[in-house]
């Protein structure tokens, strides 16, 4: 089978605090290391065409985080991904733009994916039917429901015909009605070569779409095979962590970041030891223009 997607021991960091001004002559060799964060750790996956690919785990644990990465929203702090074809995200807010209409959005979100006005418009019908938003169609997305935006979001990506779908949460809010007319979608989608990365909570709806599950924990890939054999394995594991009070599950948290090997949070771009001589030098020489603008001297 073609090889669609490889993840090459990717880690991602955040810097939990913006870097002030007054930073960098305060403490410009303290080490910033207590002010990151390691969302994802040494992740390496091997994807085919046409498979469909859970994610799951606990709040926290680099889902969304994986699948912004795939999609092409974050870049890895270290690793290699190596991608082939178009990529189409869908989540709950979808990046829909909530002063424009149902329609409006559909025409930007189409247009940025390089579809000609004449290809939208022929389209635009599709998505109306599917959505089943015939009423409000014309009215700004800020007065939809979740569902609605859902609903708007899920109608656009699948009309766009991606290489690879990734749904983050997407199909957690809405009716049943419509969660199975997208389980038909995604199902024809897959039967035409479409690579799906499922991203939920849900274990049943897991079961329902994913071939394969990763099961994401801290950052760090805990297991990744057959979706009943990692389902299975969470749900033990879930069903012992919800046992804990909030005191040991804090506990617990903590113990786990602290195993985290943090290779990336060594790196100097990420709060190593060295004076920001450059950023100062900058700094002052645009306070020493604004001064002589001041005085009338520039």
């Known amino acids: ?44 996956l091997d994807v085919t065409k046409g498979e469909c690919i859970g994610f799951i785990g606990l709040n926290g644990s680099g889902k969304s985080t ?8 974050l870049a890895p702090t ?9 990529v189409s995200m869908l989540a709950i807010g979808s990046a829909l733009k909530p002063n424009l209409t149902g329609v409006e959005n559909i025409h930007l979100k189409m247009l940025m994916m390089d579809f000609k006005p004449q290809e939208i418009e022929k389209r635009i019908d599709e998505i109306i039917r599917f959505t089943e938003l015939q009423a409000f169609i014309n009215q700004p997305i800020k007065h939809y429901s979740s569902g609605m935006r859902a609903r708007l979001g899920f109608g656009i990506a699948i009309q766009t015909n ?39 909570h849900s274990l049943k709806q897991i079961r329902e779409i ?27 594991f879930v069903h012992h962590f919800m046992k804990k009070t909030p005191a040991e599950k804090l506990e617990y948290q903590e113990a786990q970041i602290a195993k985290q090997k943090r290779k990336s949070l060594s790196r100097p771009r990420l709060g190593g030891q060295k004076f920001p001589i450059g ?16 005085l009338g001297l520039w």
């Open 162 to 200: 991606p290489d690879i779908l990734i749904i983050d949460e997407a199909l957690s809010v809405g009716d049943s009605s419509f969660y199975q007319k997208c389980l038909d979608e995604i199902g024809r989608l897959k039967k035409e070569g479409t690579t799906i990365f499922f991203v939920s």
């Open 1 to 44: 089978m073609e090889r669609i997607l490889k993840l090459d021991a990717v880690e991602k960091v955040f810097q939990l605090e913006r870097k002030k001004l007054n930073h960098l002559w305060k403490k410009p060799f303290q080490s910033q290391n207590s002010k990151l964060f390691q969302a994802l750790e040494d992740i390496s």
């Open 210 to 236: 994913c071939d394969k599950v990763a099961w994401l924990h801290f950052g760090k890939m805990r297991l990744f095979g057959e979706s009943e054999e990692v389902c299975l394995e969470y749900s033990k």
């Open 279 to 294: 950023s100062f030098i900058t700094i002052f020489a645009v306070f020493l223009v604004s001064a002589a603008k001041m």
């Open 66 to 73: 994986l699948a912004n990465i795939i999609a092409g929203y």
């Open 78 to 86: 270290t690793g290699s991904m190596e991608q082939k074809g178009t």
